[in-house]
């Protein structure tokens, strides 16, 4: 066969694009059999008793409710050999297994192919013919290599066996906010930037100032729009109005966008090719919550677009009545303030991650979302919707009998919801009176109010790369100070933990490139790169100092830190730093200092530096990813990471042992901080202060108060002996059903 390659792209684009799976099994079993010239090819699928049931097939008679038995048949002999089969006659082999509906009795030969799903066979594709000859090691080839891509295709399809038909369509995507949404859905797509047409441009100094005049225009819609969110709702997402307002006067951005006109481009084009420029510089980050505001710009791109176009604001017209689900590429913060609170049931975003803006707005007013689920294709406004932002999916033409069932859910979360918010205002405190400290991490102005109204307690983890990468130079002293101010204002007398700048190769600056690097995460970046930059470093110190304004609550955390001269050279500039500001006539206190370990090789050393630091702070997600050598954020891996895998653990565990021994104070900060498994395993080692998003602060709340450290103890010593993550994990949900917080189960 030629063009084998141009053959897998064709039918491999083709399935991809048909909105039916019914219609993709069917064209699947056709297009092959076409390409490789044989009578028969079939695709089985194993559902959930281990059955293979027929699916589709090309060639074969009746295949309606064909079901292999477990094991059974030469399909059943492939998939638990994990390899193919290809032989002249398959009724002399063993194995065979007729099955008299199908009349496959005139196809001699036999050639099938396991479909393996992350290490699992879910499903066998076949191919037969008339003649007894097995297939030639060219189409064998071709079965397996093309086998493996639809195995990603296969994996979509329900385990029940059959294809899903349109009632009850399920589309999987990301958990963005929690709850269940039952609505109708509003589409609020509006033009798109990223489709604008290059244009030459014949008067460059009128262009500018329709983009200085367009500029001003959005900036009182933004006002506008903050205002119709009303003042408890804008109280919680004001930070990121403030951020659209912060981009909109920024200089690297109007000088940009002028000197694209300038170059001969339209200004629709100009605006393009300057919004892309900056939201690729925070798509190329490692860091996922960083990497998010990419997302940021583009929605401030469409709409700087959309105004031009006369759109002004963007409000959502003719609105039906009744729950309402917001449905576009990227819902944005305006497409929100568009619909009344009272009437906003869900949203969901093509596109997105977690950590978007729209992610932080859902779950800073309560609104169940889910992000990145593709194009819901022919999807229409008024089509009813379920939002499932618990399970990260969505449900389109959803039956009656689904309707009812996921309205009971909604009863009953509500319940549940209403049982934590009564717990907003109690410590967490365990049923046997030990005291835990909950706090949350933010990096934005707009997260900082949803962790105040989840009870938090301070912040355990403040990002400072935001006002960094926004800019087109340093920011100054006075801009952090600014910056800076507004995040202690919020949390006064409530400690705050500073994470200076940890920027590099994973996390670049568009005013300062670095050397590319074959590996960012273990080149130079954190501490490394500010103390080969110190005055940067000198010039946060002095502004985290001076934000905190004399008060105690200060706590500089420094990321990255591997050897003890890192330390000394950091304890000398804070010496400095404070000498300086004394000397000017500012009124401080010595902020305390610690480390992130998130290093393996500073566990170790941890008792060297009891002297030197005054508290330790454990990054769980890179200590996990450095530990386990496995990247959270990559598909390919990101199954098998588990941040209570046994080798974290008792890494973790040794931490905690050795922070006792010499009275340093320990927090842990990271996603095990919102994981109810994991927050039972770290209670049982004693640690007793956690940091985590806002969103999951009441659940761990309401599990910390839901047991006791005698129970906590237990598990960790069940787990501390098993060598398998999946145990742990089952041990776990057990420990939790058990406890009677079945709803924690993840």
């Not at 066996?161 to 609505?183: D, M, Q, T």
């Not at 835990?436 to 355990?460: F, Q, W, Y």
């Not at 400690?495 to 600056?509: A, C, E, S």
Request: proline letters at 4%; charged letters at 20%.
């Amino acid at each position: 066969m030629k063009n084998v390659i141009l053959a897998l792209t064709r039918i491999v684009q083709d399935v991809a694009l048909v909105e039916s799976p019914t219609d993709q099994v069917t064209l699947i079993v056709d297009s092959i059999s076409q390409v490789i010239g044989v009578d028969v090819c079939s695709l089985y699928r194993i559902n959930q008793d281990n059955e293979m049931v027929l699916l589709a097939s090309h060639g074969l008679d009746s295949i309606e409710n064909v079901k292999l038995p477990a094991g059974k048949g030469l399909v059943g002999l492939v998939a638990q050999s994990r390899h193919a089969i290809n032989i002249a006659d398959a009724a002399s082999h063993p194995d065979y297994f007729y099955i008299e509906q199908t009349h496959e009795e005139q196809f001699r030969s036999f050639c099938g192919v396991p479909l393996v799903h992350f290490g699992d066979v879910i499903g066998v594709l076949v191919v037969q013919s008339k003649q007894a000859q097995p297939l030639s090691d060219e189409n064998e080839a071709f079965l397996v290599t093309l086998a493996s891509q639809l195995a990603l295709i296969v994996a979509n399809i329900p385990n029940t066996g059959k294809p899903a038909s349109s009632i009850n369509l399920r589309s999987e995507g990301i958990k963005g906010a929690p709850g269940i949404g039952i609505g109708t859905a509003q589409l609020c797509d509006s033009g798109n930037l990223n489709d604008v047409p290059d244009q030459a441009c014949d008067d460059p100094v009128a262009e500018i100032k329709q983009w200085h005049d367009l500029l001003a225009s959005v900036k009182r819609d933004i006002k506008a729009e903050q205002a119709a969110l009303g003042s408890e709702l804008s109280d919680s997402v004001s930070g990121i109005f403030d951020a659209y307002q912060m981009l909109l006067s920024d200089q690297a951005l109007i000088d940009r966008v002028e000197a694209e006109i300038n170059a001969g481009h339209w200004l629709p084009s100009a605006l393009r090719f300057s919004i892309s420029y900056f939201a690729e510089l925070f798509r190329a980050m490692e860091d996922p919550y960083l990497k998010a505001r990419h997302e940021d710009i583009q929605h401030l791109g469409n709409k700087l677009f959309n105004a031009w176009q006369g759109d002004h604001p963007n409000q959502l017209e003719c609105l039906p009545t009744g729950p309402i689900i917001l449905v576009g590429t990227q819902v944005s913060v305006s497409d929100i303030a568009a619909v009344p609170t009272s009437q906003l049931a869900g949203i969901v975003c093509f596109e997105g991650a977690r950590l978007s803006h729209t992610a932080i707005v859902a779950n800073a007013i309560g609104i169940p979302t889910v992000m990145g689920v593709g194009i819901l294709k022919g999807l229409q406004s008024g089509e009813q919707l379920i939002v499932d932002g618990n399970e990260g999916q969505v449900i389109t033409h959803p039956s009656k009998a689904v309707l009812a069932e996921f309205k009971q859910l909604v009863s009953k979360e509500q319940s549940f919801l209403h049982q934590l918010d009564s717990l907003r205002d109690q410590p967490a405190i365990t049923k046997d009176g030990t005291r835990v400290r909950l706090m949350t991490n933010t990096g934005l102005l707009a997260d900082i109010s949803p962790g105040l109204k989840s009870g938090a307690e301070g912040i355990g983890l403040y990002r400072t790369e935001i006002p960094f990468i926004v800019r087109d130079s340093f920011p100054t002293e006075e801009e952090q100070v600014q910056v800076y101010r507004k995040v202690f204002a919020a949390y006064q007398n409530k400690p705050v933990y500073m994470r200076t700048l940890d920027i590099g190769g994973d996390k670049q600056l568009p005013y300062f490139p670095i050397m590319s690097e074959e590996n960012p995460a273990l080149g130079w970046r954190g501490i490394r790169f500010t103390l080969d930059n110190i005055q940067l470093l000198m010039t946060q110190v002095r502004a985290m100092i001076r934000a905190a304004d004399g008060k105690s609550n200060l706590h500089i955390l420094l990321p990255m830190v591997s050897s003890t001269n890192e330390l000394d050279v950091f304890t000398q500039l804070l010496d400095d730093a404070c000498n300086q500001l004394q000397s000017e006539g500012f009124t401080l206190d010595r902020p305390k200092v610690g480390i992130m370990v998130e290093v393996p090789a500073a566990i170790s050393q941890l008792p060297f530096w009891r002297n030197k630091i005054d508290f330790v702070s454990i990054g769980s997600n890179d200590l996990s990813q450095y530990l386990l050598a496995m990247d959270r954020n990559n598909a390919q891996v990101a199954g098998a990471y588990d941040h209570v895998h046994p080798a974290v653990l008792h890494e973790i565990y040794r931490i905690v042992t050795i922070a006792n021994q010499h009275s340093l104070s320990l927090s842990l900060c990271g996603e095990m901080a919102s994981d109810p498994v994991a927050v039972m395993l770290l209670l049982g080692m004693g640690i007793r202060s956690l940091s985590m998003s806002s969103a999951t602060l009441p659940r761990i709340k309401w599990l910390i108060r839901s047991l006791d450290t005698v129970e906590a103890k237990t598990f960790l010593e069940q787990a501390l002996s098993i060598d398998n993550v999946e145990t742990i994990r089952q041990l776990g949900n057990e420990t939790l059903c058990s406890l009677g917080l079945s709803e924690l189960i993840n």
